[in-house]
């Protein structure tokens, strides 16, 4: 079990972030030299997000330093505003307002023929930002904020930062730290670990674990209006033939399966393709329940229950683990789907422990 940073020592970070800028890695001389590297491969690029590549082709990229709608997270040349633009985009009254610069989430995911799967900076909800790990009521004492649409909470990156790498994966583990207005309190340590594989016959495993503890006492977790969406947050690009699936088994099953699918034929590719999404029996309140919005391209696994919310507490974190699958195809069969729902939960994944 890993030992409670204490609440100055974080507050320390954070102060230290500011004053060096904004958390960027703590050596990135020590990357491993090109005689070392794997095929599959953890980089920070020159901005200090971290690249993940399999063959020297794109699989994810984690944006761990800030990202602004005007940067250069465009693709094709188009602004990062418009590349994204659908006919089926709605538009809210006033999207400005949640336009705001966002760290600590993965985007872009690339489907196995380079397509780009996930989607950031959409006009109708420009908050969303591929994946995520977050929820739009977070309670502090008696102020609600909303770390989903980046409103008065913030997760910031500390600075903290290891890439490791084995046989057949990159992996990045880094820890941030949630801040209220900008400075004013930090309430929550977070550090995610995010594990991609090489990929194989039927498609590329990206591993999760994220965990959660209060820095503050009266800290806690909800999804919107304690019902609808919130925890894992997965906003897709919208494909053509668009299909959604996800499915729970009964209580009584043995085991429990709990899984997602959403396919389609993304821009760039001609061909469908997709990512399945498994919750861990593990988790607490397993399994979550799902929520979609098609018009989004969005399925997720919610935390946490119905009605609920979860305390966040100094020296009891919580842990969520999922597994997603980057595949090709159209939905896999549930046999298939079935099998590797099995192996996530039997297998053993070495190193895959926080150490910060």
């Not at 974080?10 to 230290?16: K, P």
């Not at 994810?60 to 250069?72: A, F, G």
């Not at 897709?236 to 699936?245: A, D, G, N, R, V």
Request: glycine residues 8%; hydrophobic residues 35%; aromatic residues 12%.
């Amino acid at each position: 079990m890993k030992k409670h940073m204490a609440p100055g020592a974080i507050l320390l970070i954070f102060v230290i972030w500011m004053v060096l800028g904004c958390g960027m890695p703590d050596n990135p001389s020590e990357r491993p030299s090109k005689s070392d590297r794997n095929k599959i491969t953890a980089e920070f690029d020159a901005n200090g997000q971290v690249i993940i590549s399999d063959d020297d082709k794109p699989v994810l990229r984690y944006n761990y330093q800030i990202v602004y709608e005007h940067d250069e997270y465009a693709f094709n040349g188009l602004d990062a505003n418009e590349y994204i633009v659908t006919p089926d985009d709605t538009f809210m009254a006033n999207p400005s307002i949640y336009a705001v610069p966002r760290c600590d989430y993965i985007h872009p995911v690339f489907g196995l023929n380079g397509e780009i799967l996930t989607r950031d900076w959409s006009k109708d909800h420009p908050h969303h930002r591929g994946i995520y790990w977050a929820w739009p009521e977070v309670d502090f004492g008696t102020k609600r904020t909303d770390l989903h649409a980046l409103q008065k909470v913030f997760a910031r990156p500390t600075g903290r930062i290891k890439l490791d790498h084995g046989p057949d994966y990159a992996q990045i583990e880094a820890e941030n730290i949630w801040i209220v207005e900008e400075g004013v309190n930090t309430i929550v340590r977070e550090i995610a670990l995010i594990r991609a594989y090489s990929r194989t016959d039927y498609g590329r495993v990206i591993d999760l674990a994220y965990w959660f503890e209060g820095l503050k006492d009266s800290v806690t977790l909800a999804r919107r209006g304690t019902q609808a969406y919130g925890g894992l947050n997965i906003r897709m690009m919208t494909p053509k033939s668009q299909e959604i699936s996800f499915h729970t088994d009964e209580p009584a099953g043995v085991p429990q399966r709990a899984w997602s699918d959403l396919s389609g034929v993304f821009a760039g590719n001609d061909e469908p393709s997709g990512l399945t999404v498994f919750q861990h029996k593990e988790n607490p309140e397993y399994p979550g329940a799902w929520v979609q919005y098609p018009e989004l391209s969005w399925v997720q696994p919610t935390f946490p229950d119905s009605g609920t919310r979860y305390p966040l507490k100094p020296g009891k974190p919580l842990v969520l683990r999922f597994r997603l699958i980057v595949h090709p195809g159209s939905k896999p069969d549930v046999q298939l789907i079935n099998k590797l729902w099995d192996a996530y939960h039997t297998e053993e994944a070495p190193g895959m422990e926080f150490t910060l």
